[in-house]
């Protein structure tokens, strides 16, 4: 749109500018071709036509407009003496040139001027010296003047829209550029913080998979050193690296763990605490409140990976002798409490809420918009209660 708005624009242009010589070449053919003059007469006329074109071309592209009006004028008012035509035609000019080059006193001395030549060559020359002769110069002079005024008016109106108009295109154009720099550094953002997200989510995923996995394989070897009943340790840690392997494999096609995929999350959470409990021999008990119904994926993984990781420091630092989880499901929240008797530790000083493993689960809860507090005191074990909203499944995929 804008591209053809300039099209015309520099059409019109050309136009105005092509109009004086037009205008001048057909007053002078009517003249020659109308006329019945000597033909010295004739040639007088062309060299006049010549030495306007000339005044046109040069004095127009000069800064000096008045003096180029003001010779246009009397050029005008000489070749209308010299045939009416002029004035019926080439004397447009001097309205045209008086409304683009003038302002002001100055504008409305040539308009006038011009109208005046106008209505002189009209009547064959100057107004009779009587009233209504006088009267009538008058009159019609100043409907030619009030004409020109109001179409220089409407002009002057047209071409500033005009102008307004572009500039507005120009800056809706650097908007446009300004917004397209925006999106693309936007993008970037974006697929730099998608980039960070997936190395976060992948750290998390190989900290609750293969660390946690190895951790128990070490484990169990060590007590297969100093066990006679060996074979048992080893078949435990054969297990865990099969465990452990399928579920990196899974963190890395970003599927949800398995222990979901075959049972509920309290069935999923009972055979983890009794798999861990096993391993560990350790007394680990599991409870289930409230009303259980399924939840969003997410939130069940949530909860299982915060039970998963608070067994696993349960076992590798606290040295615990008990250990209980309670799943409560509520109206809005479903809480995860995990409690152990073991050394615990103090959170005051420990940075950033702790190593890598209670930064994982703050972060997991902190994705669903919940929360997860963390109480412990050297001695007097630890307790970790991790709440996130009750995001039905149903309503998800609903």
């Known amino acids: 749109m804008t591209g053809r708005l300039d099209l015309w624009e ?90 683009q080059y003038l ?33 009538a110069f008058l009159f019609f002079t100043s409907a030619i003047v009030l004409a020109v005024s109001l179409f220089s008016f409407v002009g002057e109106i047209t071409t500033e829209r005009s102008a307004e108009r572009s500039r507005m295109v120009i800056q809706l154009e650097e908007a446009m550029r300004e917004n397209e720099g925006l999106h693309a550094q936007l993008l970037v953002q974006a697929r730099e913080a998608g980039v960070l997200d997936e190395r976060q989510r992948m750290a998390a995923e190989i900290h609750d998979t293969i660390a946690q996995g190895l951790t128990g394989i070490i484990t169990q070897l060590q007590a297969a050193e100093q066990a006679e009943d060996w074979r048992r340790n080893v078949g435990n840690a054969v297990r865990l690296a099969r465990e452990s392997l399928a579920e990196a494999r899974r963190s890395v096609h970003a599927v949800g763990p398995g222990q979901l995929e075959a049972a509920p999350l309290p069935e999923a959470l009972e055979a983890v605490v009794a798999q861990w409990s096993e391993l560990n021999a350790t007394r680990a008990d599991f409870t289930t409140t409230g009303t259980v119904r399924p939840m969003h994926p997410e939130v069940e993984e949530t909860l299982l990976r915060t ?3 608070a067994l696993a420091n349960a076992a590798k630092h606290a040295g615990a002798g008990r250990v209980g989880l309670t799943l409560s499901y509520m109206d809005d929240m479903v809480t995860l409490d995990v409690r152990d008797d073991g050394a615990g530790f103090d959170p005051e000083r420990v940075t950033d809420g702790g190593g890598f493993g209670l930064t994982s689960m703050r972060n997991r809860v902190s994705r669903l918009a919940g929360t997860l507090e963390i109480e412990s005191e050297p001695g007097g074990g630890t307790a970790i209660s991790a709440s996130v909203p009750a995001i039905a499944r149903e309503t998800v995929h609903g």
Request: charged fraction near 10%.
């Open 10 to 99: 520099r059409r019109l242009a050309r136009q105005m500018a092509a109009a004086p010589y037009i205008l001048l070449v057909f007053s002078a053919g009517l003249v020659w071709v109308t006329g019945e003059q000597a033909w010295s007469h004739r040639f007088t006329t062309l060299g006049l036509t010549l030495l306007a074109a000339a005044w046109i071309w040069v004095m127009s592209r000069g800064d000096r407009k008045g003096l180029y009006v003001a010779g246009l004028v009397i050029l005008i008012a000489v070749l209308s003496s010299r045939g009416m035509w002029f004035a019926s035609f080439f004397g447009f000019t001097g309205f045209l040139h008086s409304s």
């Open 103 to 135: 302002r002001g006193k100055a504008r409305l001395a040539g308009v006038t001027a011009t109208a005046a030549i106008s209505v002189m060559a009209y009547n064959g020359g100057p107004p009779e010296l009587t009233p209504y002769g006088i009267l």
């Open 307 to 309: 039970a998963q990781e």
